[in-house]
């Protein structure tokens, strides 16, 4: 199946969305160029160049499989949590959590891939935001064979999501060789963004659209 779109509707034109996305497809096609690696990619102390390099990281994918998915779902979800927090709030929430997870991983496990999966991990406070607001929101899938269009709960295409993510993490940290305590790390990075994305979205979402998931176009 195939999300296509979730069925909040939205007051703005999700400018900061595109633009984050934008942002992810040039980091990705930098880095192939570059490296042909993302996983190569390292977040060093806390210096203000490491920092500048943890906010890089949160445009970076380790591989093409988790950047499609990736972008896939900040396309899906990104514009209805702009919509209710605002274009500056929430291109704050992409950048402040996905670096905080970023660094903070790098911190307590020096040795893991996480920076390589900055991009996940920012779109993962993204996923936070939006079951903060809307718990119970669904999506409409497309499902090929036979073709035809159903309506699910959004809790069970972030499932997908969550699967894809730890099987791309998986390979990644079997083809380095990394120890278990570094699969543990990079695990709780996922739950951290996840959480801190949650937190950012009650602290700042606007007050006026905090209950608001329905709205009439003749307002």
């Avoid at 400018?15 to 980091?27: D, E, R, S, W």
């Avoid at 718990?135 to 972030?158: C, D, G, R």
């Avoid at 951290?192 to 176009?217: S, T």
């Amino acid at each position: 199946m195939i999300p296509i779109q979730d069925v909040i509707p939205t007051r703005l034109v999700p400018v900061a969305t595109y633009t984050l996305l934008a942002l992810n497809i040039v980091g990705y096609l930098t880095e192939v160029q570059a490296n042909g690696d993302a996983s190569a990619r390292t977040v060093g102390g806390l210096t203000v160049a490491a920092l500048i390099d943890a906010v890089r990281a949160t445009f970076l994918h380790a591989a093409l499989l988790p950047f499609a998915i990736n972008v896939l779902f900040l396309w899906l979800f990104g514009g209805t949590v702009e919509d209710q927090l605002g274009r500056l709030r929430f291109v704050a929430l992409y950048l402040i959590c996905g670096t905080a997870a970023v660094v903070l991983s790098r911190m307590v496990n020096p040795a893991s891939p996480v920076p390589a999966i900055g991009g996940s991990l920012a779109i993962a406070a993204v996923m936070g935001a939006y079951f903060v607001l809307f718990p119970n929101a669904k999506v409409l899938i497309l499902v090929p064979i036979p073709i035809a269009l159903h309506e699910v709960p959004a809790a069970v295409v972030f499932t997908i999501w969550c699967a894809a993510q730890f099987l791309a993490l998986a390979v990644i940290l079997a083809q380095t060789g990394a120890p278990d305590a570094t699969v543990g790390s990079a695990l709780a990075a996922y739950v951290l963004a996840f959480a801190m994305g949650a937190a950012f979205c009650f602290a700042l979402r606007r007050k006026e659209r905090a209950h608001v998931e329905w709205w009439d176009p003749r307002d």
